[in-house]
C-alpha cells in the first residue's frame, strides 16, 4: 500500500511569506502528526490531528497551524515566515490516535523548507 | 513540561564493536518507541515496549525498558556499516509521543 506522501518536497521562501504544507496519511490511518526537524532541536511536535480534531498541539506559536480533512488529508500552514522557520517538517500517520497497540508511526518523506 | 533525554549524541564505532544509546524522560511512559533515520532518510519505526522490564530482540539489535517505565536502551551487537543512522527513542505520555535528540552513529569499516 502507499506510503505517507508529503507534498512538496523542498520549498524556498521569502521572510514575511506563509507556506502550506500538504500530508496525505496510509490509506486507513485516521491520525496524523506534524514534527518540525532541525539539527540543533531534533524532531519537535506540532500538533496531531484524529478525526479532523486537533488532539494535541506543542509549544510553537500560533504561526503555526494545521488542519485535518474529511480523508485523513492534512495540512499545516505557517503564516509570517522567519528564518528559524527553516526545517525539515515531517507528518506521520498512525491507524488510531497517539500510537496504539504497538503501531508506530509512518513518516512522510517530509518537506524541506528554506526561508531566505 | 516533559522532555527525554536521550545519550550519547554522537557514537563512532569501528565495524564489529558493540554500540549502546540510552533514553531517559523525566517523567512515567505508557510506552518507549524507538526509531532509526537513515542520512537524508524520515524516521523509520522500529519497535514498541510498553511493559515495565520489557526486553525485545530483532536480530542484533536488543532493547530494553526499565522497571520505573522511565528509561529505556538499544544496544547493537557487532555493528555493521548498515547499521549508520541516527536512533531516537520516543516516549509516550497523556497521548503524547515526544522524541529524544537522537544518537547519531558511524560505523568505519
Known amino acids: ?23 496525505s496519511p496510509i490509506s486507513g490511518h ?20 484524529f478525526s479532523e480534531t486537533q488532539r494535541n498541539k506543542g509549544n510553537f506559536p500560533g504561526r503555526f497551524s494545521g ?15 522567519e528564518l528559524g522557520d527553516s526545517a525539515l517538517y515531517l507528518c506521520a500517520s498512525s491507524p488510531g490516535q ?19 | 513540561g516533559q522532555q527525554v533525554m536521550q545519550i550519547p549524541q554522537y557514537q563512532h564505532v569501528q565495524e564489529g564493536e558493540d554500540f549502546t544509546t540510552y533514553c531517559n524522560s523525566s517523567t512515567t511512559l505508557s510506552n518507549i518507541q524507538w526509531y532509526k533515520q537513515r542520512p537524508g532518510g524520515h524516521p523509520v519505526f522500529l519497535i514498541q515496549l510498553v511493559k515495565s522490564g520489557e526486553v525485545k530482540k530483532q536480530k542484533r539489535l536488543t532493547f ?4 520505573a517505565k522511565k528509561n529505556s536502551s538499544l544496544h547493537i551487537t557487532a555493528t555493521q556499516t548498515t547499521d549508520v543512522g541516527t536512533y531516537f527513542c520516543a516516549g509516550g505520555s497523556q497521548g503524547n509521543l515526544i522524541f529524544g535528540k537522537g544518537t547519531k552513529l558511524s560505523v568505519k569499516p
Not at chain 1, 2 to 20: C, E, F, M, N, S
Not at chain 1, 30 to 48: A, C, D, I, K
Not at chain 1, 67 to 79: A, I, L, P, T
Not at chain 2, 64 to 67: D, L, Y
Open chain 1, 98 to 116: 497517539g500510537t496504539p497497540d504497538g503501531y508506530g508511526y509512518t513518516f512522510g518523506s517530509g518537506t524541506r523548507l528554506t526561508v531566505v
Open chain 2, 64 to 67: 530494553q525498558f526499565g522497571e
Open chain 1, 67 to 81: 488542519r485535518q480533512f474529511s480523508n485523513s488529508r492534512s495540512e499545516m500552514n505557517v503564516s509570517t515566515l
Open chain 1, 1 to 23: 500500500k502507499a506510503g505517507v506522501t508529503q507534498t512538496p518536497r523542498y520549498l524556498i521562501k521569502t521572510r514575511g511569506q506563509q507556506v502550506t504544507l500538504s500530508c
Open chain 1, 30 to 49: 485516521r491520525s496524523v502528526s506534524w514534527y518540525q526537524q532541525t539539527p540543533g532541536q531534533g524532531l519537535q511536535f506540532l500538533f496531531e490531528y
